[in-house]
C-alpha cells in the first residue's frame, strides 16, 4: 500500500487494507484520543480525525483510502490550539464523562479553520454527526463559541485555579486530561502480552441449546481458547437482587432473552475473536417467547425461570378509604399512560480488562460498583473477594445501564483460565443487545380532588416488563408506586406497581428509576382534572405542593420541600406564555426503604504536595470527584491541585452500587467526618508533619423503614430532590424554550449543577419525543445507535436551569441529591404543552408531536 502520513509522520501500512482507520490508530498506533462510541456506524462523531483538510470518521474509513492521504488526529493538531480548545471546554463545564469531547475538540478546530467566527446556527450545524449524552450540547456549543474568540485573539485561557470550596464553580476533576484524549477509559488500556475477548450471544429470545459446536472456531487464525457454561469455576448464576442471571448457558438449557451468552472466544486480536465467536454454530429447539407481561401474568404463560413466578413482587401501598373517597370526589379521571423501553446509549460501550497475577485477579472495571463487581466475579470463580482486586477507570457514562454486571465476569474468567490478561469490550450492537433498559410499563391511574382543586383520591396500578432477569427491577417499580403520588399530598391512595418477567431484554436502573414514569401519568391527570374543573394548572399544583410534615405516598413525612419555591420560580414565565406545559417532580435519595445507606472514605497525607482520598463511588461524569476535592477543601483551605482520587477495591472500604442520588450525601458527610481529626493536626503542625499519616471517616443513614402501608409514618428515605419545569412552545407547536427549576439543597458546585440539569433535560426531551427501542417477539427491531433516536443539538431547545437552594438537615452543607431528577417532569410537561397546544391528550410516549395550525 502507498504511505501515508500521520501526524506528519510517513507510514508504510502492510496490513489488511478493509480494516478501519480506527483501529489502526487506537490498536496498532495506540493514538487512543479517536474514541470507538458505535462500531463503524458512523454515528456518534468520537471518532472524527481530519483527512487531507477535511474532518473525517475514522470507524468508517478504510486503510484502503487513506493512501498518499495526510491524516490528523487530536494528539496531532498543534499544541497550542488543542490547549485553548480543551481548556475553554473545561472553563465552561463542557466536559461530562468526557467520552465524546475529544471528537467535539476536533471537530472545533477543524470549524475554526475553515470559519474562525461561527454563528450559534454555524456551529450546532457542525455538530450535527456528533452525540453527547451527558451534557445537553449547550455548555459544548458555548465552549466552541469562546474558542473562536481565544483562537483570534491568539489568547490561551487561563487555568482556572480557585480555593475550591462548597458553592464555587471548581473545574472538573481531571476535565482536562479528558477533552484532550489524554486520560484513558478502560478501552484505551494495554498491557504486554493482552489478548482479546468476544462473546457469542443467543440468536433466538427462548430455545432449548442442543449443542454448540466450536470446532471451526477453534481453527481459526489467532485463537487461543473458547469457553462454555462448563469452564466456570464457581456460581455461574450473579444478580444484584437476585442470582438468576447465568454468565452463560449451557447446552440443555433454555436461554432467555437475545443477549445470554453461550461462548466465548479469546484470540490474539479483538477482530479474530469476533470472527471466531461469529463462527461458533449452535443447534437451537425453539420455542414460543413470552414477550407481554400481560400475558406473563396469566397462570397459563410459560414460566421464564421454573424457580419462581413470573411476577416477581406486586408492591402495594394502601392508605385510608381509596374506594369511598373515588365515590365522594367532585372531579375524577381515569386513564391508561404508557412508556417506552429506551437505551441508555452512553458514548461508552461496556469494557473490562483482566489480568491474573500471583494475588489473583485484578481487574479494570466501568462499573457502577467495584465491590459488586468484586463480588460477583469472586463468586464466579469460586475465589474469595480478597483474591479479586477491581480498579474503577472513571467511565464514558452509565446513567444505571453499568450497575448489573456485563463483561467483567467473562474477562476475569478468560484471564483466570488462560493466567494473560484479556480485555472484552462490547460493540455497540452487543451493548444494546445486552445491558439492561429503562422499564416499558403501563400505568392505570385514577385521580380525583374536591370542587376546590384539592386532591383527595389516587388509584394506580402499574405493570412493568423487567424482561428475563431481575436486575433492580423490583425496585425500580416500587420507585413507581412510591413516587405515584409525585411533590402532592393525597390522603386516600391504593397503588400498585407489578415487577414481571418476560423474554425480552431485562429492564433496570435508568437515570429517574421509575419516577419519570410516574410523573407522566400523574402531572397528565392533573392537567385533565384543571380541564374538567376550570382550575388553573399552576395555582393547582400549588395548592396540592408538598410541605413541611406533609407525607409522600410511602407515608414519609417531608422535611425541606423545595416544590413551592419551584413552582414559583416558574409562575411569571408560566403566565406570559401563550401554550405551555407545567409538571412538578420529587426523587428520593439513597436506597432507604429500610436499607442502611453508607460511605467509608480515607485520606492519606502522602507529601507536603500530594493528598489522596481513597473513596468507592464511580466517576461516571457526574462528578463525584470533583465533590470529593470540595468539599475536603472547604473543611481543611487545602489547594485542590494537591489532591488526587483513587477508587480501588485494594483500600478495603466496601461501598454500594453509585446510584439513587446518594453520592454527593453519603461521601460528602463521610469526608467531614474524616477531616475532624485531620483539622484538629492541622491546628497544631504543618502539612509537612503529617506525611504518612491516614485519616479515616464514615457516615450512615441507618434510621429508614419500609413504607407505613397508611399504619404510621415512615422515614422511608433521607432526603429527596425537587423540581418544576415548564415547557414552552412557539406558534407552530414546536418546543421554543424549557425552563427548569431545581432544588438541589445547597448547590456545591453551580457549573455542574447545571450541566447536570441541561443533560437531564436533554435526555428528558429525547424521552418525551423521539427516544425508543422496540422489539418485537422477543427481538430487536434495530441494534443500531442512530435508530435509538438520541436528539443532537440543533434538535435540542434552550434550557434555562433555575436553581433552588431549600437546604437538606441531612446533606453535607445542607446539599440534596441531583442526578436523576433533572428529567423526571420533563416528559410530563412536554405532553401537557402538547395538549394545551391542540387540545389532544397523548398518552404514551414517545409523544406524536403537535400539527401546525392552519
Known amino acids: 500500500m502507498t504511505p501515508f502520513y500521520l501526524n506528519g509522520q510517513s507510514i508504510e501500512y502492510k496490513g489488511d487494507p478493509k480494516v478501519s482507520l480506527l483501529s489502526f490508530l487506537r490498536n496498532e498506533k495506540r493514538l487512543t484520543a479517536a474514541k470507538d462510541g458505535c462500531s463503524g456506524q458512523a454515528t456518534c462523531g468520537a471518532c472524527l480525525v481530519e483527512i487531507n483538510g477535511k474532518p473525517r470518521l475514522a470507524c468508517s474509513t478504510a486503510m484502503e483510502k487513506v493512501k498518499e492521504a495526510e491524516v490528523f488526529t487530536l494528539e496531532g493538531i498543534p499544541a497550542g490550539i488543542r490547549q485553548t480548545i480543551a481548556r475553554t471546554f473545561v472553563n465552561n463545564g463542557a466536559v461530562q464523562c468526557g467520552f465524546c469531547t475529544p471528537g467535539f475538540v476536533m471537530r472545533t478546530h477543524l470549524l475554526l479553520k475553515e470559519n474562525p467566527n461561527p454563528s450559534p446556527r ?13 451534557t445537553g450540547y449547550k455548555k459544548i456549543e458555548v465552549a466552541m463559541g469562546q474558542s473562536a474568540a481565544a483562537l483570534r485573539e491568539n489568547q490561551v485561557p487561563p487555568e482556572l485555579n480557585p480555593s475550591g470550596p462548597i458553592g464555587t464553580s471548581t473545574p472538573k476533576y481531571q476535565a482536562y486530561e479528558t477533552a484532550t484524549g489524554e486520560r484513558p477509559f478502560v478501552n484505551d488500556l494495554f498491557f504486554e502480552g493482552m489478548l482479546h475477548g468476544a462473546l457469542h450471544f443467543s440468536r433466538h429470545p427462548r430455545a432449548r441449546i442442543v449443542e454448540i459446536n466450536t470446532s471451526k472456531a477453534l481453527k481459526l487464525p489467532g485463537v487461543k481458547a473458547i469457553y ?3 469452564d466456570i469455576p464457581g456460581d455461574r448464576m450473579v444478580g444484584l437482587l437476585f442470582n438468576d442471571w447465568p454468565m452463560m448457558i449451557d447446552v440443555g438449557e433454555t436461554t432467555n432473552y437475545i443477549g445470554d451468552v453461550l461462548a466465548g472466544v479469546v484470540a490474539e486480536t479483538a ?10 454454530v449452535v443447534t437451537y429447539d425453539l420455542l414460543q ?14 414460566r421464564i425461570h421454573m424457580e419462581r413466578p413470573n411476577l416477581i413482587e406486586n408492591c402495594r401501598l394502601k392508605k385510608g378509604d381509596p374506594e369511598q373517597a373515588v365515590k365522594d370526589a367532585d372531579f375524577v379521571i381515569s386513564g391508561k399512560y404508557t412508556t417506552q423501553r429506551v437505551e441508555h446509549a452512553f458514548l461508552e460501550t461496556e469494557s473490562a480488562v483482566a489480568l491474573w497475577e500471583e494475588e489473583g ?30 480498579i474503577l477507570v472513571p467511565n464514558g457514562g452509565g446513567f444505571g445501564g453499568k450497575e448489573d454486571l456485563s463483561v467483567q465476569g467473562h474477562a476475569a474468567l478468560f484471564a483466570w483460565h488462560l493466567k494473560k490478561p484479556v480485555k472484552v469490550t462490547l460493540s455497540r450492537e452487543e451493548s444494546i443487545r445486552m445491558h439492561p433498559k429503562r422499564h416499558p410499563v403501563t400505568i392505570d391511574i385514577t385521580l380525583g380532588c374536591d370542587e376546590n382543586g384539592i386532591l383527595t383520591v389516587m388509584k394506580m396500578r402499574a405493570i412493568g416488563d423487567t424482561g428475563a432477569y431481575a436486575s433492580v427491577g423490583t425496585k425500580v417499580m416500587e420507585r413507581i408506586a412510591g413516587h405515584a403520588t409525585g411533590g402532592y399530598y393525597i390522603p386516600h391512595i391504593d397503588l400498585q406497581a407489578l415487577t414481571v418477567y418476560t423474554n425480552n431484554i431485562p429492564s433496570g436502573a435508568m437515570r429517574g428509576f421509575g419516577a419519570n414514569q410516574a410523573a407522566f401519568a400523574l402531572e397528565s391527570c392533573i392537567d385533565e382534572l384543571c380541564s374538567m374543573g376550570k382550575f388553573d394548572r399552576w395555582q393547582f399544583r400549588y395548592d396540592n405542593a408538598l410541605t413541611e410534615g406533609l407525607s409522600t405516598a410511602t407515608g414519609d413525612p417531608i422535611k425541606k420541600p423545595g416544590i413551592i419555591a419551584c413552582l414559583e420560580a416558574l409562575k411569571d414565565k408560566f403566565y406570559e406564555h401563550k401554550y405551555t406545559g407545567l409538571a412538578c417532580a420529587i426523587k428520593n435519595s439513597g436506597i432507604g426503604n429500610g436499607m442502611t445507606d453508607y460511605s467509608d472514605v480515607i485520606i492519606q497525607i502522602v507529601s507536603p504536595k500530594k493528598i489522596l482520598i481513597k473513596h468507592g463511588w464511580t466517576e461516571m461524569g457526574q462528578g463525584i470527584h470533583t465533590i470529593a476535592t470540595q468539599v475536603f477543601c472547604q473543611e481543611t483551605g487545602i489547594n485542590p491541585q494537591m489532591v488526587e482520587v483513587e477508587v480501588d477495591t485494594k483500600a478495603g472500604i466496601k461501598t454500594g452500587m453509585t446510584t439513587s442520588s446518594r453520592g454527593t450525601v453519603l461521601l460528602g458527610n463521610a469526608i467531614i467526618d474524616a477531616c475532624k481529626n485531620l483539622k484538629a493536626d492541622l491546628r497544631v503542625l504543618k502539612l509537612k508533619d503529617l506525611a504518612g499519616k491516614i485519616y479515616e471517616g464514615r457516615w450512615e443513614c441507618n434510621w429508614t423503614r419500609k413504607p407505613s402501608e397508611g399504619k404510621r409514618k415512615a422515614v422511608t428515605h433521607y432526603s429527596y430532590g425537587y423540581a418544576a419545569q415548564l415547557v414552552v412552545l412557539d406558534e407552530n407547536g414546536a418546543i421554543s424554550k424549557v425552563y427548569a427549576a431545581h432544588d438541589a439543597g445547597k448547590i456545591v458546585n453551580p457549573q455542574m449543577f447545571e450541566g447536570q440539569i441541561e443533560g437531564a433535560v436533554h435526555m428528558g426531551l429525547g424521552y418525551a419525543l423521539c427516544e425508543n427501542l422496540p422489539m418485537e417477539n422477543g427481538h430487536l427491531i434495530s441494534d443500531k445507535l442512530k435508530d435509538c433516536n438520541i436528539l443532537r443539538a440543533h434538535e435540542t431547545p434552550p434550557i434555562e436551569v433555575i436553581g433552588i437552594e431549600e437546604t437538606d438537615p441531612v446533606g453535607p452543607y445542607g446539599a440534596k441529591g441531583l442526578g436523576e431528577i433533572g428529567l423526571v417532569p420533563t416528559a410530563a410537561a412536554v405532553a401537557n404543552a402538547f395538549c394545551k397546544f391542540d387540545g389532544i391528550r397523548r398518552q404514551k410516549l414517545p409523544l406524536k408531536p403537535p400539527q401546525k395550525k392552519p
Open 361 to 390: 485477579i485484578t481487574l479494570y472495571s466501568a462499573g457502577q460498583g467495584i465491590y459488586e463487581d468484586r463480588r460477583q466475579v469472586a463468586q464466579v470463580l469460586g475465589l474469595e473477594e480478597e483474591k479479586v482486586r477491581v
Open 271 to 280: 477482530e479474530q475473536a469476533r470472527a471466531a465467536a461469529a463462527a461458533i
Open 228 to 230: 462454555t457454561a462448563k
Open 289 to 302: 417467547p413470552v414477550t407481554d407481561p400481560e400475558e406473563a401474568l396469566k397462570p397459563t404463560a410459560p
Open 122 to 134: 454555524q456551529i450546532q450545524k457542525a455538530i450535527k454527526g456528533h452525540l453527547c449524552r451527558c
